[in-house]
Every structure is written in C-alpha cells, then in structure tokens.
C-alpha cells in the first residue's frame, strides 16, 4: 500500500469511517440521510479488486463449520471469501452456518465489509403457503402479505437477509412450469400482488431481523418465453412490454424492493441480462430504482452461450453496462472486472455505482452496522414452525381454493351418515402438496387430504390409492416419472366407489412437475388417472374431483361429466386442513382464477385480456362459414375463465350504475353496483370491474381488469360495492413508453368474472 493510501486509511479509522475497526463509530452513528456519505468514504479506501468482489456472488459451496476447504474450486473460493471478493452467499442457511461464513469475511478480510444472504423463499421457509399461483387465486392482498411475512420471518431467523422473491413475470401460458410461481397472466391483479408481496417480506423497516430484501424477478419478459419453453426467447412487441410485462415490475419499484433480478431470456434478440434499455433507460433511468440488479444464476456467463458475446470477458463487460450489479455464481465479475478497468475497456464509475447500490441496501438491513443482527439461535427456534405461522398457512390455504362446479350442490359434504370413499395417490401424499420450490422445508411434511378428512369422524371414509403416480424417486433437480402402465390398484378403487355414497377423487400433477425447468407439451393428468377417473365415474356418478396442480390443466371431460370439481393446487404444509374444511363446508370457498383454464392444449396461450382479431365472429352462424378467426375442432372460449370461481352460496349483480355518461378528461368515472347474496351461506365474493377502450390510437384488449372488492355478504344481506376509474385506469402505454389518455367511448363491466358481467357506458372528452 502506498504512503498516501496508508494516510488516507488512517485518518478514515480516526474520523469514524473504518467499518472493521469500531463499529460504533461515527460511520455508523450517523442518522439515515447519511449512509450515502459512509458509502462515499468506504469506497474511498476500497481498491478495484474489492469492488469487484461486492459484485460477487456464490452459491454455498462447503460445509461451513466443518473444516476449510483444502483444494479445487471450493478452496478458491474460500480464500475470496477471506480477501474480501465475495459481497454475498446464496442457500447458505440457518444461524449457526450464517455466522460461521460471516465471521470469515469480518474477521479476516480487510475491510470486514459483511455478506448479504440470499434464498429462495418462494412460498415459505420451513412452513410452506400455497404455491404463489394458488396463493393469487385468493384475490386477498392482506393474506398475501402475511404469507410472504411469515417466510420473511422464518428466513430472517435463520440468518438469511434477502429473497430472490416474488416472481412477478406476467404469463398466459400453462406450458411454462415457472407459472406457478407468479401470480398469474394479468398485469392489474399481478401488480396489486407484487406490491403485497414486496411489503410483506420487507414490512416497513428493512433493519427489522425479522424482514428480508425482496427481488422483483425475472426482468423482464421471462413469461413470455415462446412455446411455453424454460429458458426461451422472448418475442414481443412494445405494448405488450409496457402495458402486459412491465406494470408489476413497476408496481414492486413503488412499494420500495431493493433488488431487482435479470432473466434467462432474450428480449428483442438481447439477453436480458445484457439488456441496457431494460436495465439502465428504463428501471435506474425512468424508474429512477437506487437498489441493486442481481442476474439470475449464472446467466452473465450465458449470454456467451446466446452467442451475444465472444467470452467471459465480454460477457462481464456487456452486464456492467447494462447494468447488472452483482454476478450470481458465473465468477465472470470476480475473474474479468480489474482486468477490464485497468485495460480501459470498462468505465470504473459503472463499478463505483454497483458497488454503491450493494453497499447502500446492506446499510438498510443493518448489517454494515452489525454483521450479526439476524443471528440469535433463541429466535431461529421460537420463529421457525410457531404455531401462528401454521395458522396463517391455514388461512392462506383455504383463501387459494377455487370451486370450479358444484352440479346438484354435492357439496359441501354431510358431517355425518355418509359413506365416502377416497380414491388417488395425491390424496395420501405428503410430499407432493409441498409443492415445487420449497428447498428449506423438510420432505413429507404436508398434512395430506386423507389426514385431514380423518378429523371428520361422523362418516365413514375409505381410501384407495387406485393407482401409483410416481414411478422412482422425487427430486427438486430431477425430472419425475410417472406410472403409466400399472392400473392393479384399479379393481379396489372401483369397489370402493361402488359402496360409496359419494366418491373424492385427487387427481393431478405432482409438486415436482411444475417449477423452473418443468414446461409440458400435454397439460391433462399425467400417467393413468384419467383412466383411474373414467372408471370410478362408471361406477359411481357422486364424484368430487379434488386438483392438485401448479398450473391450468386441461381438465375438458372431468368439467363435462364430473359433477363437483375443486381446484386445490399445491396448498404448501397445511393442505389436508384446508382442503377438508373446504370439502366439509367450515370454511366457504372464494376463490377466483387466476389463469385461464384451455380446454386443450391446442388453446395456449389462452387469455381473458386478448385483442379483437378483423374477423372475431362467426359472419353466418350455421351456414359453415369458415372465413373467421376460429378452430374447426373447438371453439374459442375457454373452458374456465379468468376471474372464475362458485361458492356455497350464490351472488346477484344489479344495478350497474355510473354518475354520468359523458366525462371530461381528467374526471373520476364513479362506478357502482348491488351485490346481493341470494343463496344459503354466507360467503365472500370478489366483486371485479373491467373496461374497455372501443377504439384508440392502437388496438386495446376486449376486456382489462381494473378494479376489485372482496366483499363478505350474509346470507340474504345486499352491499352497494363502489369502484373510481381515473386517468390511471382509463390509460395505456403507446409503443414509445409514454402513457396516454385518449378521448373516446369506454365500456364497463362489472361482475363475478371476467365473462359473465353486467354492461354500462360512457364518453371521455370529445372526439
């Protein structure tokens, strides 16, 4: 080091600015509005190659409180870890391990600067919520955010300080297994989630050890990836990126997310992750977004692969600019950042301003203060699995159920005098119901359907498996088999359906079927259950259809024969529970779709929100027409809407009332409308108002979500429910980014669905 450098540290340590030294001091005495000058000062004293390590980031890679790793890749990374060139470990968990891999770095790196921890925690820690699809079927944004507080809660205790959650990429394609970790294919709801989501792991003071560093992920157009293929381009036009993609990204920015998350993609032939219109004119220019962008694992090293960019070293280069902040385990930053400064062929500010937006969120989570905050072993134990976490599961479980047919009111089920039997290998699994992205939780741990109808004790239940599912082991990095010839248990399950009075059959796909890596060509039940389904419905017509799923399936002679068909995803630890309460008729389902449900394959995408085609109706209707958007094999509705969902009772819509009919520009459109509950529960109905722009300057959906109520209405009660439209509602993005208003006829529908609504109109401005 050299005289000057040595100066220059010895006056940081007197005046307060030395992190390792004394932590008391006044770097981190300050008040809040100063953490930009700590940062000023910390970079000062930093050389190229710490930099360079802040925007490192590996995976765990040994047992962290065992012994040092000796040799290979493991030992080189270990002596990063002691010379200050890593800024943050991934799937390193649990206090004893975090502070053992935190001590490395403070203790032993030159400026002590600490790590921040990142994890999956996607739908939960150890106790496990509903997948996030089935978890936006609730239409509930509290429940939402407690969920998402109580992962952050868990993983807080567990030492761990930042989630790559939520995901909110907008998707309309079942294919694509990633679905059931989003919230679905429409940008209004998606964004309401997106910001719940935001606020529930990261509460209202980043500092608080029980709250964690969110990530908006993937930016951007992940979703769209073409045939509903993992890892595939992305091919869209501009509207589709403003008005589709884009707003629940924005809406997390609002709600204050510190980290944002590249893709695996290629966006207008670009890789994301190389992306400078994404990442520096949109979300740090326009956006103005002062967090930090991490890629997604190693896809800087990818975009090599792409064939963006000749090597490593371009691929380094080509991320800083674009401005990804930190590397997720591709070692491109690490090995080529120094070489590319000193060779000037990277701007050094770019560095400096990565760096500064790491630091500054380590400085919100309190960690610069001390390293420590989130590492209490009394508390890991007293937070992970408590008894109110487990009941918010619950809650959130039964709030995500949807009830897509109730033919003859089979349910809810009597409480007593019943014969039921049980039929599926889903119905006594307690693993599968787990669902898919849940790496800290333990294996088998789900209450499984068959346990929670067993609390019922007044009828008499028989289970049956009919038919194995899966076929070897089940692994999160694996791909599941699936029986496919073995019906032996067929015989048994049909005799059970014969004695019964009513059958509850739970078919589907198992937890590891969806989830990154998991697209299908085919979305019906995998193996023989449609065979183990035909054959039970023969012998017994009172069928109960019971989904476990992480995605829309197409389900198009289970909805024409079956008479009650439930919609039950992967609901996480307290599935059992929730599904039987449900089943039983103790909780009143609510739910709402979510997604589109195809009738086939054939259909995808299949969405609610799409455009008018020149020749969208049928010109002659039974004359055979053929000169219309159509297929000959099906028609083009869907099997179940988006927006759909029964309950136990039943809902009128009335009197659809606006203040006026013609409105000036700027003006607020008061919207009103009765809902009555007219059946014999009580129960929740969301309430959901769409638009429609009749005309633009470019072509406008049928139909937009842009207002939803969840109302709870007393058997018999009616509610007057109230909805505003303004400029924010009546808008869109043109194909420049820029959001207009134009004047113009506007439809309204307000209803129970995005289907089945009542109508009204009205004039914005002058033509």
């Not at 940062?39 to 962290?64: C, H, P, R």
């Not at 109580?150 to 959650?165: K, P």
């Not at 691929?315 to 674009?322: G, I, N, Q, S």
């Amino acid at each position: 080091m050299t005289s000057t450098a040595l100066l220059l540290v010895s006056v940081l340590i007197l005046t307060g600015f030395s992190i390792k030294q004394d932590r008391n001091m006044k770097l981190n005495s300050q008040p809040n509005d100063s953490i930009e000058a700590k940062i000023d000062s910390l970079l000062s004293i930093m050389t190229l190659e710490e930099k360079a390590g802040q925007m490192n980031q590996y995976n765990g890679f040994w047992e962290v409180t065992g012994p040092a790793p000796k040799d290979g890749d493991a030992a080189l990374k270990y002596e990063h870890l002691r010379n200050g060139r890593v800024g943050s470990m991934l799937t390193v968990r649990g206090v004893d391990q975090v502070r053992a891999v935190q001590e490395i770095v403070v203790n032993e790196s030159r400026l002590g600067i600490p790590l921040i921890i990142g994890f999956d925690v996607i739908h939960g820690y150890k106790t496990l919520s509903p997948i996030p699809l089935a978890e936006a079927a609730s239409w509930d944004m509290e429940a939402i955010r407690r969920s998402a507080e109580v992962g952050a809660a868990e993983a807080a205790a567990s030492g761990i300080n930042w989630t790559f959650a939520p995901m909110v990429d907008v998707s309309r394609d079942a294919r694509w297994g990633r679905v059931m970790e989003g919230g679905g294919e429409d940008p209004y709801l998606g964004s309401k989630i997106a910001a719940a989501r935001v606020k529930g792991f990261q509460g209202d003071d980043l500092s608080n050890p029980l709250t964690v560093a969110a990530t908006a992920k993937h930016f951007a157009g992940y979703g769209f990836a073409e045939a509903g293929r993992e890892y595939n381009k992305a091919d869209i036009g501009m509207s589709t990126l403003y008005n589709m993609i884009l707003p629940p990204f924005k809406a997390a920015e609002e709600a204050g997310v510190r980290t944002f998350m590249t893709g695996f993609n290629t966006l207008d032939e670009i890789p994301v992750t190389g992306n400078e219109f994404l990442l520096r004119d949109i979300l740090k220019g326009k956006w103005g977004f002062d967090g930090f962008v991490i890629s997604d694992y190693a896809s800087i090293e990818e975009m090599v692969v792409h064939g963006f960019v000749k090597n490593e070293k371009m691929a380094a280069k080509k991320a800083v600019e674009a401005g990804v902040d930190m590397d997720m385990e591709a070692y491109s930053y690490v090995n080529e950042i120094v070489g590319l400064v000193n060779e000037g062929k990277l701007d050094e500010s770019l560095v400096d301003d990565a760096v500064r937006r790491i630091l500054r969120v380590k400085y919100e989570l309190g960690l610069m203060d001390d390293p420590y905050r989130y590492l209490d072993a009394q508390r890991e134990k007293e937070v992970v699995g408590s008894s109110s976490h487990h009941e918010a599961v619950l809650d959130m479980a039964k709030k995500s159920i949807v009830l897509l047919k109730n033919e003859g009111n089979l349910l809810p089920l009597k409480k007593n005098g019943q014969k039921i039997a049980l039929i599926g290998d889903l119905a006594d699994d307690k693993n599968s119901p787990l669902g898919s992205w849940r790496i800290a939780s333990d294996d088998n741990t789900a209450i499984s359907v068959l346990e929670g109808m067993q609390q019922y004790k007044g009828n008499k239940l028989t289970f049956e498996q009919g038919a194995q599912l899966v076929v070897g082991a089940e692994s999160f990095l694996t791909e599941v088999r699936f029986n496919t010839t073995d019906k032996s248990g067929f015989p048994a399950a049909v005799k059970a359906a014969r004695n019964a009075d009513v059958v509850v059959m739970v078919l589907g796909e198992h937890g590891f079927q969806s989830g990154e890596g998991r697209s299908r060509t085919n979305l019906d039940f995998p193996g023989v259950q449609q065979e183990l389904l035909e054959e039970v419905f023969a012998a017994n017509k009172n069928v109960v259809l019971v989904l476990n799923n992480g995605r829309p399936l197409a389900i198009d002679w289970a909805a024409k024969n079956i008479p009650a068909i439930v919609e039950a995803w992967q609901l996480g630890t307290q599935t059992g529970n929730a599904v039987a309460q449900v089943l039983y008729g103790h909780y009143n389902p609510s739910g709402k779709l979510p997604m589109t449900f195809p009738r086939n394959i054939g259909q995808t995408p299949i969405y609610y929100n799409h455009q008018n085609t020149g020749r969208p109706e049928d010109p002659n209707p039974g004359a055979d027409m053929v000169w219309w958007s159509h297929y000959m094999d099906v028609e083009n509705t869907p099997l179940y809407p988006f927006g759909y969902g029964l309950s136990y009772t039943t809902f009128k819509y009335d009197n659809l009332k606006l203040n006026k009919e013609q409105f000036e520009m700027g003006g607020e459109v008061q919207v009103s409308v009765d809902v009555a509950n007219t059946g014999n529960y009580d129960g929740k109905e969301v309430v959901q108002l769409y638009i429609r722009d009749l005309y633009g300057s470019t072509v406008r959906p049928v139909r937009e979500l842009k207002g939803f109520e969840l109302v709870d209405l007393k058997k018999g009660e009616k509610r007057t429910v109230n909805f505003t439209l303004t400029e924010a509602e009546l808008g869109f993005f043109n194909n420049q980014g820029e959001y207009v208003v134009e004047p113009g006829e506007f439809e309204v529908f307000v209803g129970g669905n995005s289907v089945e609504t009542l109508k009204a109109s009205f004039m914005l401005g002058k033509e």
